[in-house]
């Protein structure tokens, strides 16, 4: 069964200080991969994806991620955080195009990471 | 361009009332997805819906829940006789083709059973 880890509940950082936000994933081919940012009783925005092709992804907000397929990871990473950038954030798999290995049919998420930036 | 809808924004119920969570999806999309969120977790699947045609509802409980997404209308989450275990967010996403293409989120019914 497909699953994504997300190992730090909690990350602070400083204002203006580097970020990056784990994410493990565990799935039987290389699934469709997302990040989504959540904040305060709000839904959630898609920062994210990858689908194929370069494995260093642009996003929104000034984010990127990288897909490592030997470790199975899809790291966040942004160079300078505003305060702005608190928030839930939460990795997601999915299933690529014609697979066949079985799972439910909606994305998979982390738990999340509560990202919390001090001044 | 609207995103996705969902309404109410917050219900509150009984235990034992039934509950009705509805969602619009984005112009264009004909695929629909429920997750529920408890606090302090991810988001799990529920439910995907085609127009008139439940695709997968792998993640649903199999009792008191049942979803559907009309040939008109919004797709309706529909939880009878609930329970304080119901107490969850539960947010609506849609995405325009059959697999897994982008899904884009609705901000969420919050539901608090009393």
């Known amino acids: 069964a497909q699953s994504v880890t997300q190992p730090d509940i909690h990350i602070t950082v400083s204002e203006g200080a580097s970020l990056e936000l784990r994410c493990n994933y565990s799935y039987g081919a290389t699934p469709y991969l997302f990040w989504y940012v959540q904040s305060p009783g709000q839904g959630l925005q898609l920062l994210l994806k990858?689908?194929?092709?370069?494995?260093l992804v642009q996003g929104i907000k000034g984010f990127e991620a990288e897909f490592k397929r030997s470790q199975s990871s899809f790291n966040l990473r942004k160079p300078s955080v505003h305060w702005s950038d608190a928030a839930e954030y939460f990795c997601?798999?999915?299933?690529?195009?014609?697979?066949?290995?079985?799972?439910?049919?909606?994305?998979?998420f982390g738990k999340g990471t509560h990202l919390i930036i001090q001044p | 361009n609207a995103g996705v809808m969902q309404n109410p924004r917050h219900l509150v119920r009984r235990r034992g009332q039934e509950a009705r969570l509805r969602c619009s999806p984005m112009k264009g999309h004909s695929h629909v997805y429920w997750y529920r969120q408890l606090p302090e977790e991810g988001l799990k699947f529920m439910v995907y819906l085609q127009k008139e045609n439940i695709i997968d509802e792998s993640g649903m409980p199999k009792e008191r829940f049942s979803a559907e997404f009309p040939k008109e209308g919004p797709s309706i989450l529909r939880i009878q006789q609930v329970v304080r275990g119901d107490s969850a967010a539960y947010f609506c996403a849609s995405s325009p083709g059959l697999y897994q293409e982008t899904q884009y989120f609705g901000p969420g019914t919050r539901l608090l059973v009393l």
């Open positions: 990858y689908f194929s092709g370069d494995t």
């Open positions: 997601a798999v999915g299933a690529p195009r014609g697979y066949s290995g079985g799972g439910a049919d909606g994305l998979t």
